[in-house]
């Protein structure tokens, strides 16, 4: 059975601290491996990173995936209060999408 | 354009009862999904559809039936709703798995009483 564990379950920081997030899985046949994040409502899509494309990086969010390890972090850098949100891993084996059960970031002023 | 749309957005339940989330895409996906989400648990796969005409079961099935009525429509039906069904509910649909992003509908809360 494919599992996804994400870790911390839930922390707090303050605006400006560094953030890493984790994800490791166990999926037969591993295809990519996607990060959302979710705040009030339906989640939005952050990276996608596969064999291909181990390292992403937009704005203040980076994220690397580790093959071998079995892993991936998502970095968030000087951290604001609009970051606050549920930060979700997903591992895709085939069309199937199986999630993490996600990692609770606050963020305070 | 207005992506997944999901019906209903929120939908009160006796125990036995049955229902019908409906699910609905106009960006030409192939691929369908149906998700719950619970605290603590993140999003788990119930049903999806890799394209029209298939449909295969996810982490959590039971207590679930899916139609994937055409291209753009996937339904979630609950024969017999329990209290452990209390959920929300998430439709998403993905059109290129290259790209790997999922679209997601704005949720249906649904409560078993």
């Known amino acids: 059975e494919d599992k996804v564990v994400q870790s911390p379950l839930s922390l707090v920081v303050h605006e400006g601290d560094t953030v890493t997030l984790n994800c490791s899985y166990e999926?037969?046949?591993?295809?990519?491996l996607l990060w959302y994040k979710q705040e009030k409502k339906a989640p939005t899509f952050l990276f996608m990173l596969?064999?291909?494309?181990i390292e992403k990086k937009s704005g203040r969010l980076s994220s690397i995936l580790d093959k071998k390890e079995l892993s991936s972090i998502l970095n968030i850098t000087a951290t604001q209060t609009g970051d606050s949100a549920i930060y979700l891993c997903?591992?895709?084996?085939?069309?199937?999408?199986?999630f993490g059960a996600g990692t609770t970031v606050t963020v305070r002023a | 354009n207005a992506g997944v749309t999901q019906t209903p957005k929120f939908q009160v339940l006796k125990t036995g009862q049955s229902m019908t989330l409906q699910c609905a895409q106009d960006?030409?996906?192939?691929?369908m999904y149906w998700y719950r989400q619970d605290p603590g648990m993140g999003l788990r796969l119930i049903y999806y559809?890799?394209?029209?005409?298939?449909?295969d079961k996810g982490e959590v099935p039971n207590g679930y039936n899916v139609s994937r009525l055409n291209k753009r429509e996937f339904s979630l039906r609950l024969e017999s709703a329990a209290p452990s069904q209390t959920s929300v509910y998430f439709c998403?649909?993905?059109?290129?798995?290259?790209?790997?992003?999922?679209?997601f509908g704005e949720g249906s809360r649904l409560t078993v009483l």
């Open positions: 596969t064999s291909s494309g």
């Open positions: 997903a591992v895709e084996p085939d069309y199937k999408l199986s």
């Open positions: 998403a649909s993905r059109g290129d798995r290259r790209t790997g992003e999922l679209f």
């Open positions: 559809s890799a394209s029209e005409g298939t449909t």
């Open positions: 999926v037969t046949n591993f295809r990519s």
């Open positions: 960006m030409n996906h192939n691929s």
